[in-house]
């Protein structure tokens, strides 16, 4: 199972959530111990390790919520071929294209690409199953005729297809 990048970033930020939580928590009972077990009172060193243990836990929940906001906004979802390690990168179909293709292709077959598409050009097998409702069978005989007519084309990662749109259409 793949699990998105958007999805990441909203975990990200959830654990970032509870680490302010347990940060605040902890600079308050560290405070109160403080206060009733130092006698020199400002001048007290162990103030001074309360504030720095408070800016390390910040920058650290800093850093985390920086990267949950950039794999929430920013971040692509990226496919690899297994074989050689590249990256898929999809074709971009412009609106002239996607109307010629589909003028030429059956209503399943349709929904398929226009499901590949709307997904930018790149989804895997299983989650085409998921998104049209088609059941497995009629997804991959629908995949057959699509690749055998250059529109589309599968990459084993592992025990999945990756389906992207074919480079050659373009």
Same mark, same amino acid.
């Given at each position: 199972?793949?699990?998105?990048?958007?999805?990441?970033?909203?975990?990200?930020?959830?654990?970032?959530?509870? $680490? !302010?939580?347990?940060? /605040?928590?902890?600079?308050?009972? +560290?405070?109160? %111990?403080?206060? *009733?077990?130092?006698?020199?009172?400002?001048?007290?060193?162990?103030?001074?390790?309360?504030?720095?243990?408070?800016?390390?836990?910040?920058?650290?929940?800093?850093?985390?919520?920086?990267?949950?906001?950039?794999?929430?906004?920013?971040?692509?979802?990226?496919?690899?071929?297994?074989?050689?390690?590249?990256?898929?990168?999809?074709?971009?179909?412009?609106?002239?294209?996607?109307?010629?293709? $589909? !003028?030429?292709?059956? /209503?399943?077959?349709?929904?398929? +690409?226009?499901? %590949?598409?709307? *997904?930018?050009?790149?989804?895997?097998?299983?989650?085409?199953?998921?998104?049209?409702?088609?059941?497995?069978?009629?997804?991959?005989?629908?995949?057959?005729?699509?690749?055998?007519?250059?529109?589309?084309?599968?990459?084993?990662?592992?025990?999945?297809?990756?389906?992207?749109?074919?480079?050659?259409?373009?």
């Amino acid at each position: 199972m793949c699990m998105k990048n958007r999805t990441v970033g909203f975990l990200l930020l959830g654990v970032a959530l509870l $680490m !302010g939580f347990i940060i /605040l928590l902890f600079n308050r009972a +560290l405070t109160e %111990i403080v206060k *009733s077990a130092c006698s020199h009172g400002a001048d007290c060193p162990m103030w001074e390790t309360i504030t720095f243990q408070t800016r390390v836990s910040m920058g650290i929940l800093a850093f985390v919520l920086i990267v949950g906001f950039y794999f929430l906004f920013f971040s692509r979802d990226t496919f690899e071929d297994e074989s050689t390690g590249d990256a898929l990168s999809p074709m971009t179909a412009t609106q002239e294209h996607y109307e010629s293709i $589909m !003028g030429t292709l059956a /209503l399943d077959e349709r929904k398929v +690409l226009a499901t %590949i598409i709307d *997904s930018q050009g790149t989804i895997f097998q299983s989650d085409l199953v998921d998104t049209t409702g088609f059941p497995k069978a009629k997804v991959t005989r629908i995949l057959d005729r699509l690749e055998g007519g250059g529109f589309i084309e599968r990459r084993r990662r592992g025990m999945s297809n990756v389906v992207i749109l074919s480079r050659q259409q373009s």
